[in-house]
């Protein structure tokens, strides 16, 4: 069984940085799709960002200012995290889609193993 783990959260201030890091425990990140989703209170969940092979992919709201990268060695996929804006708080997932195709790496209908989340707070 595939168990994506989530590390990294915290509370910071507007336009600190933050790196969440996911592990997928039982499975690898080079296979498929690794992606990271997020729900605020109230919110549904929403896709931020995602690495296919060589490609990666971005939300409107966060490109520009997120970047992930997947380090195979490590068997890790981390988001950095820059310019942080009280609205990017939320609960953060990590998923994993090892039979996600390219077009459905935004829908988290998508991935079938989910990490615990780990929570991101921005204080203004």
């Known amino acids: 069984q595939v168990q994506p783990v989530e590390s990294g959260g915290g509370l910071v201030q507007v336009g600190d940085s933050l790196r969440l890091s996911c592990s997928p425990s039982?499975?690898?990140?080079?296979?498929?799709?690794m992606a990271w989703f997020r729900q605020a209170p109230g919110k549904e969940r929403e896709f931020v960002s995602a690495?296919?092979?060589?490609?990666?992919y971005y939300s409107d709201s966060v490109k520009g200012r997120f970047t992930i990268s997947k380090t195979s060695a490590k068997n890790t996929v981390d988001l950095q995290m820059n310019s942080l804006r009280p609205e990017d708080t939320a609960l953060y997932f990590c998923?994993?889609?090892?039979?996600?195709?390219?077009?459905?790496?935004?829908?988290?209908?998508?991935?079938?193993?989910w990490g615990q989340g780990t929570q991101v707070t921005v204080s203004s």
């Open positions: 690495v296919k092979g060589g490609s990666t």
């Open positions: 998923a994993a889609g090892p039979t996600v195709i390219t077009s459905e790496v935004r829908n988290p209908g998508a991935y079938q193993h």
């Open positions: 039982g499975g690898t990140v080079n296979r498929g799709a």
